[in-house]
């Protein structure tokens, strides 16, 4: 989104919330002198894949096979796809990678996968794998397949957990830039904030409808649950 305003404008100030580094996706020059008109928030996301996985791993010890979907004309899905496909390595875990352009394929994805072909459904950083996570949960449903996101949202929706920032905490900090804009303030002049508290969430109610017992350790690391 954020490229897209800025591609599209050409003086209005623009604050983002992003999940990759803004520095190197060429939105700012640096954390502390934008020097631009774009500022915002950054959020850990990319960041953290490797990290999820293993959560994950921990979540299910015998996990052998994970499936993530993702755009490939998206850099920064391709680039936590490639974070995942590391750290699957070092786990022992295959990493299938199914490549969708589009919410089409992707639900023709969805639709062609069978009970038992993959251990767990793992989430990378791709913004339209993200506003499909309803279809995703459905789908993983009706195969009794675990699925791993990066936002507690989503699990409330049905899916078995998270880890990842509260992105209410990113909303929050993100409105006071633009109060601050709003009060005169020049985007270049303002330094691009972090949200770095992370949250591991889990929905137990999910994991007793697949018929898992999550680890008691894993349990009590939990900053939420839902039962």
């Known amino acids: 989104v954020a490229v897209s305003v800025k591609r599209a404008t050409a003086d209005i100030p623009i604050v983002f919330v992003v ?59 391709r680039e936590s796809a490639m974070l995942g496909r590391e750290a699957a390595k070092r786990l022992g875990i295959e990493f299938v990678e199914r490549q969708v352009a ?41 195969i009794r397949l675990p699925t791993m996101f990066f936002e507690r949202g989503i699990v409330a929706q049905g899916a078995l957990a998270s880890y990842g920032v509260n992105l209410h905490d990113g909303g929050r900090q993100s409105a006071k830039h633009v109060q601050r804009i709003l009060a005169g303030t020049n985007p270049k002049d303002l330094p691009v904030e972090s949200v770095d508290r992370l949250e591991l969430v889990l929905n137990l109610r999910t994991a007793q409808e697949l018929g898992l017992t999550i680890p008691r350790q894993i349990r009590l690391r939990a900053d939420t649950t839902i039962e």
């Not at 915002?40 to 996985?53: N, Q, Y």
């Not at 015998?62 to 998206?74: D, E, G, I």
């Open 19 to 77: 999940g990759t580094d803004p520095v190197k996706a060429g939105f700012v020059e640096s954390f502390a002198k934008p020097g631009g008109r774009l500022t915002g928030i950054h959020m850990l996301g990319m960041d953290l894949t490797a990290k999820r996985l293993e959560i994950l791993k921990e979540i299910l010890p015998k996990l052998r096979r994970v499936v993530t979907f993702y755009n490939p004309k998206n850099s920064a899905a």
């Open 102 to 142: 589009s919410v089409e394929e992707l639900r023709a994805a969805l639709k062609a996968l069978k009970a038992g072909e993959v251990g767990a459904f793992f989430q990378v950083s791709d913004a339209m794998i993200t506003s499909q996570a309803q279809s995703i949960i459905e789908a993983a449903r009706a």
